[in-house]
């Protein structure tokens, strides 16, 4: 006699796609990170991959940079799919610098979580504890007494830190980080205390002070000059762009691109016409340079009416 035939569910009646989802349970975030561990010791291990087993702290060290700039630009972007990936990409570098540490008997990624999770009860006593705080700007300010008391207590009395300095309030402030971005915590540390402008004004009036001193230098300063007030200008500008809470690394990112846009879109300009950018006068760049502002104002303007019309 033939089988019985099976009853299909109520699901596969209904023309449900039949998926591996369906059939497994979902995992939970820790049981997925787990598995993301178990994945990179595999590579890692001796019949593993053979780059991942040649890796170290320091040729990681590109891919750590990035892949955090890669997480910003899909963030940018507005694709949640893409900023989920990229951070993904982030997490693996955290991962992977772990198993090596693991390798060495130095510490392993639980140790890595621990050591935040901890952080982040201990520097939160307004939410975990009796503390409390009435805004954010009192809560920065408790968060650096907290860091600061936490240096303190972990050094020996006068001892040094890693760069043969005594404890300070920029303690913290890595030297690796790209200049606009270490400019900003420095000034950001030195606000948190009150040393700080009293609002926006001073800041450019400090800006065009130091304008004036780079001017002076470029009319009979040497190339060492020059260069000492450069950094001036650079530094007040970052300042300022700290002070407007505006990230300046991602200020200048987006300045870049958008140059990049229309420098790009004014040598298609010139295709257009038969002729090469490169081969332009001054003046037939400068003017395709304003064409090009033109026509990016007007497809703003545009959008900006659609925008409101919606509403």
């Not at 009192?138 to 005594?166: C, F, H, M, Y």
Request: with cysteine.
């Amino acid at each position: 006699m033939p089988a019985p035939r099976k009853q299909k569910s109520k699901s596969a009646k209904k023309g449900a796609p039949k998926t591996r989802c369906t059939k497994m349970k979902q995992l939970t975030p820790g049981e997925w990170f787990e598995k993301l561990v178990a994945v990179q010791a595999r590579l890692r291990a001796p019949e593993g991959c053979p780059w991942d087993r040649e890796q170290t702290h320091q040729s990681l060290r590109t891919y750590l940079l990035e892949e955090a700039y890669e997480v910003l630009e899909a963030l940018d972007k507005g694709n949640d799919a893409k900023f989920a990936e990229e951070m993904g990409d982030l997490l693996l570098q955290i991962v992977f610098h772990s198993q090596i540490a693991q390798e060495q008997g130095r510490f392993t990624v639980a140790d890595v979580i621990r050591a935040i999770h901890n952080k982040m009860i201990r520097r939160h006593p307004h939410v975990f504890g009796e503390a409390r705080a009435r805004n954010s700007a009192e809560v920065l300010r408790n968060w650096e007494q907290i860091k600061a008391e936490e240096r303190r207590t972990s050094k020996e009395p006068g001892k040094k830190d890693s760069q043969g300095e005594p404890a300070s309030l920029l303690d913290g402030v890595s030297r690796a980080l790209p200049a606009t971005l270490e400019g900003f915590q420095l000034t950001r540390k030195a606000s948190r205390i009150g040393f700080d402008w009293e609002d926006s004004a001073g800041v450019v009036a400090k800006m065009q002070e130091e304008t004036a001193e780079l001017e002076t230098a470029l009319k009979g300063g040497g190339q060492r000059q020059i260069e000492e007030e450069m950094g001036d200008l650079l530094f007040a500008a970052v300042n300022l762009a700290r002070f407007l809470d505006v990230d300046p690394e991602i200020a200048l990112k987006k300045a870049n691109r958008k140059f990049s846009r229309r420098v790009r879109a004014m040598e298609a300009r010139a295709r257009e016409s038969g002729r090469e950018f490169k081969n332009l006068s001054r003046e037939e760049m400068e003017t395709l340079w304003d064409a090009t502002k033109d026509a990016e104002g007007k497809a703003w303007r545009r959008e900006l009416a659609k925008a409101q019309a919606r509403k």
